[in-house]
């Protein structure tokens, strides 16, 4: 990829994000994580048996 702005792939956008617009996101992040969580053993919410 060439280093010379203008050239090289066009099919991404990149920008760089504030201390505060991570800290926005993070905490965005966090709340899915706790909403939409996945436990594995006993204490998950159901267990499927194969048999």
């Given at each position: 990829m060439s280093k010379i702005r203008g050239q090289g792939p066009k099919n991404y956008s990149a920008m760089p994000l504030d201390g505060d617009?991570?800290?926005?996101?993070?905490?965005?992040?966090?709340?899915?994580?706790?909403?939409?969580?996945?436990?594995?053993?006993?204490?998950?919410?159901?267990?499927v048996k194969i048999s």
């Open positions: 617009q991570n800290n926005a996101a993070g905490i965005l992040l966090a709340g899915f994580y706790t909403n939409n969580r996945m436990l594995d053993g006993p204490q998950d919410g159901f267990i």
